[in-house]
């Protein structure tokens, strides 16, 4: 298999296991495709978040969506939380151009660390 293969092959499994996660939890492909994106595929930290956010935007409205015409979107806490979101993204998105690689590693690892231990205690 030659490299270009194997590097779009990488790609590939990467965005259908994080389209899985974020269709199966409804969120949560970043921690998934983040990780595999700078380990696997050796795409730099500050790419590889910004690359997840415009990836995961298309199956996330498709997940909307679903959820939306089934019934289970939650208007009186969607949209409050849908506003905080917003500018939580905006301030998170210049945050990403402000802060070093080596600092977003450590706390996009600290995150996730923090959410498998409440994950798995509570």
Do not use: C, R
């Not at 495709?33 to 700078?38: A, E, I, Q, R, Y």
Request: proline fraction near 2%; avoid cysteine.
């Amino acid at each position: 298999m030659t490299k270009d293969l194997k590097e779009k092959v990488y790609l590939a499994l990467t965005g259908a296991l994080t389209g899985l996660a974020n269709g199966f939890f409804g969120g949560g492909g970043g921690m998934i495709v983040v990780p595999l994106m700078t380990f696997l595929l050796q795409v730099q930290a500050k790419k590889a978040h910004a690359t997840a956010l415009a990836v995961i935007l298309p199956i996330t409205l498709i997940s909307a969506f679903i959820y939306f015409t089934s019934g289970k979107f939650n208007f009186a806490i969607g949209v409050p939380t849908g506003v905080g979101v917003v500018i939580g993204g905006v301030i998170g998105a210049w945050l990403l151009g402000k802060i070093s690689a080596k600092w977003l590693t450590k706390v996009f690892a600290i995150v996730m660390l923090v959410a498998g231990v409440k994950s798995m205690v509570f």
